[in-house]
Antibody, heavy 123, light 106 residues
């Protein structure tokens, strides 16, 4: 059974930093592309970014609102995905979901989702 | 930037067919996926690559994608299908979600 368990959310002041983790199990993590998706309170889903598997270069892509501030990384030895968030603003307040990516590239989709972790940016 | 547009709400009577649209420039040239989200829960994939159903998703869920519009169709809609639905596609290396549609079964 695929499981994705996020952690690391909480309350942070504007301008601050936070690192989210996502512990994965039930599939071969090193073979998977992974992604983060967020959802502001009462709002829709917003793609944050993705990281490819190492055999596909391991490169990352980001949504425009977070590019240059957020960094996605992975530790395949620990089956763990990370999201380092810097220079946080109130606009970053959201539930952050870790997702496994099925398929590849333009044919890909989010086939499994974690339970989400809430990040609140407030003074 | 690329945008996907969904109607904010759709209503359907139990047992009838619900259609939720997702519009974007030349969306038919891309793959669309659909996600169901019930209150307080994480999203669930219901359709991927335009018209494929993941295992465990009922056959009443189907999808199509042509021209500028992708459509999620729920045949024989049940009360348990009441939820928010989101379409998603890729524009180059950027993921894009539609704004979501609240499906009400009444």
């Amino acid at each position: 059974e695929v499981q994705l368990v996020e952690s690391g959310g909480g309350l942070v002041k504007p301008g601050g930093s936070l690192r989210l983790s996502c512990a994965a199990s039930g599939f071969i993590f090193s073979n998977a592309w992974m992604s983060w998706v967020r959802q502001a309170p009462g709002k829709g889903l917003e793609w944050v970014g993705r990281i490819k598997r190492k055999t596909d270069s391991g490169t990352t892509d980001y949504a425009a609102p977070v590019k240059g501030r957020f960094t996605i990384s992975r530790d395949d030895s620990k089956n763990t995905l990370y999201l380092q968030m810097n220079s946080l603003t109130t606009e970053d307040t959201a539930v952050y979901y870790c997702t496994k990516v099925g398929g590849l590239a333009a044919a890909s989709y989010f086939d499994y989702w974690g339970q989400g972790t809430l990040v609140t940016v407030s003074s | 930037s690329y945008e996907l547009t969904q109607p904010p709400s759709v209503s359907v009577s139990p047992g009838q067919t619900a259609s939720i649209t997702c519009s974007g420039d030349k969306l038919g040239d891309k793959y669309a996926s659909w996600y169901q989200q019930k209150p307080g829960q994480s999203p669930v994939l219901v359709i991927y690559q335009d018209n494929k159903r993941p295992s465990g998703i009922p056959e009443r869920f189907s999808g199509s994608n042509s021209g500028n519009t992708a459509t999620l169709t729920i045949s024989g809609t049940q009360a348990m299908d009441e939820a928010d639905y989101y379409c998603q596609a890729w524009d180059s290396s950027t993921g894009v979600f539609g704004g979501g549609t609240k499906l009400t079964v009444l």
